[in-house]
């Protein structure tokens, strides 16, 4: 490992504690955090709310300084607020040449730097970016359409805890073996053979990551800080309607990259104009050898057959499913099952789209409800929820783009309309676009067509089906062909639910079982809770485990013979 010069600060020695404690919680699973999510003055400090909003104001309208950045020119601004005005901010162009060749002369010095070093700068990027989360609440808040206080905890918070999660896995796996080690082999003539070996992990090259427009740090964190503590540039592409918050990370990164004594273009900003494919040039560079991606399973499984000279980890789309078949809480199911669908107007790859109940019905506390029944009752549970519209505003938020309006209108026309989607006005914000979730009645044999395609934004299915076996039957066929990120099962019998367990496990998926109270099936915990699945096709990677991590190094070894001097006795 390279020493640190004297003037820089040592940030492993610094967080060392702190990336102990992060590799155990991963492998313990319980309940841990190191950045609070509470929005709270009394965590964060009396001045930080102001500062926060302070510094996002101060950026509206005005060039994204990025000192010692590549490129000369500056894409113009391209993002909007769902909530209703322009935010007017333009970022560096750089071309993806440029990009790629400015990421991998900074490489050497990284390689060298081992794996300790790059986990201590990651960790103190990341206490950077908490205590910056005020600023990425607004940043996040104006580009997604998320509520505040969800834009403050999971594209600050939530999303640093799920940044430190990859750190600690890329540092624990490249820890595995020694650094060094001595080997002797006796002999039965002559002293024994003997080598000096050096084990060092060594980068694949230059990373890309290719962020989303809903949730740019909570998806993007996970490769960003996977790839660089595993000794890999990266080079940052936002979507252009959500640029600013990942702009803020560069930043942040390249700074302490900076004063860690580093080229700060480990850390490269690609933001892209209207009309320019940068992340397609990007993608098919050959020295561009791992790729984060979430977003459309269009260009999704385009990157995974076309991008051959790089490790490609994708989320895409997914048909996240519920099997009803009982319940002893049926209030509690309502609650929080219209919680779920409600929740930043379902523009989560986590939400529920199809829920299969028996058309016959379910056994609940409240006797049995037939499927029609149920549909009503869960609209019932949502007017419930939103009917007060500075609440429905702080659940919903605002609907990101036209797409998901578009969708909204289109899937209106299936079946019976139960809960008609309906628009809300914001307490703070009149020109921004809120919708209420609309829940659309299906049957499982006559609307196969529509139910088995994603319907992204607050759009969901209530499915009449034979029996719970027949959903059983639906939800594995469906995800296992078309992919989900999250599956939910309500039953008061065993039996049931180790069928609905094994069933999830044929088709690949993630399994919440009755869920009735403050947990909900679109949440994850990070150091607990696998979020995404390789074993259906929604997804290629999970965040995090050991395979995230693992693709983008590899330990490469050097041996040469012990001095004669040195060679130890038979």
Not at 453 to 467: A, C, L
Request: net charge negative.
């Amino acid at each position: 490992m390279s020493e640190i010069a004297p003037e820089c600060p040592d940030f492993f020695l610094r967080h060392r504690v702190l990336l102990e404690q992060a590799v155990t919680a991963a492998m313990s699973r319980d309940h841990w955090t190191r950045y609070p999510e509470s929005p709270s003055t009394s965590v964060y400090g009396a001045d930080a709310p102001k500062q926060g909003e302070a510094v996002f104001q101060e950026q509206l309208g005005a060039p994204f300084e990025l000192p010692g950045h590549p490129g000369g020119t500056a894409v113009p601004a391209t993002e909007t607020s769902p909530y209703g005005f322009p935010l007017g901010i333009t970022y560096p162009r750089v071309a993806p040449d440029e990009a790629v060749t400015a990421a991998r002369a900074a490489t050497a010095t990284w390689r060298a730097a081992g794996p300790d070093t790059r986990a201590g700068v990651a960790a103190e990027i990341l206490a950077r970016l908490n205590a910056a989360s005020f600023e990425l609440a607004h940043a996040v808040q104006h580009t997604t359409g998320q509520a505040f206080v969800m834009a403050f905890q999971a594209g600050g918070p939530h999303a640093q805890d799920r940044g430190l999660e990859a750190v600690a896995y890329a540092w624990a796996e490249q820890k595995r073996h020694p650094g060094t080690a001595r080997w002797t082999k006796p002999q039965r003539k002559g002293g024994p053979l003997a080598l000096d070996k050096t084990f060092t992990p060594v980068g694949r090259g230059v990373s890309l990551l290719i962020a989303c427009n809903t949730f740019p740090t909570w998806n993007g964190y996970p490769g960003l800080f996977a790839s660089l503590v595993t000794g890999n540039p990266v080079i940052v592409k936002p979507h252009p309607a959500a640029v600013l918050p990942l702009a803020i990370t560069v930043r942040t990164a390249r700074q302490v990259l900076a004063e860690a004594g580093f080229d700060p273009n480990l850390v490269i900003l690609a933001a892209e104009g209207p009309g320019d494919r940068t992340a397609a040039a990007l993608a098919l560079h050959p020295d561009v050898r791992i790729i984060d991606f979430t977003g459309s399973t269009e260009f999704g499984d385009w990157l995974e057959a076309n991008a051959r000279q790089a490790v490609v980890h994708t989320e895409k789309a997914g048909l996240n499913t519920v099997v009803l078949d009982s319940t002893a809480d049926y209030r509690g199911l309502l609650g929080n099952l219209a919680f779920s669908l409600a929740l930043y107007s379902g523009q989560m790859c986590t939400t529920p789209q199809n829920l299969l109940i028996p058309r016959e019905g379910i056994t609940t506390d409240q006797g049995v409800r037939s499927a029609d029944e149920f549909a009503a009752d869960l609209a019932a549970a949502l007017d419930r929820l939103l009917g007060d519209p500075a609440r429905a505003a702080g659940t919903l938020g605002a609907i990101v783009n036209d797409g998901v309006l578009k969708r909204l209108e289109q899937a209106a026309g299936l079946g019976r309309t139960v809960r008609p989607s309906a628009p809300v006005e914001h307490p703070e914000y009149p020109a921004a676009v809120v919708r209420t979730p609309l829940v659309v009645r299906l049957d499982a044999e006559a609307d196969r067509e529509a139910y088995t395609r994603e319907w992204f934004g607050p759009v969901s299915f209530v499915i009449g089906t034979d029996s719970t076996e027949h959903s059983l039957e639906i939800f594995r066929s469906t995800v296992r062909e078309h992919g989900a990120l999250t599956a939910a099962v309500h039953s008061t019998s065993e039996a049931v639910l180790a069928a609905a367990e094994a069933a999830a496990l044929d088709a690949g998926v993630h399994l919440s079982e009755n869920l009735t109270g403050g947990v909900f099936v679109n949440q994850s915990a990070a150091f607990s809770d696998f979020h995404g699945s390789a074993a259906n096709p929604a997804a290629s990677a999970t965040l995090s485990d050991p395979a995230f991590v693992t693709g983008r190094f590899a330990t490469l070894q050097s041996r040469r013979p012990v001095p004669t001097e040195e060679t130890p006795h038979a």
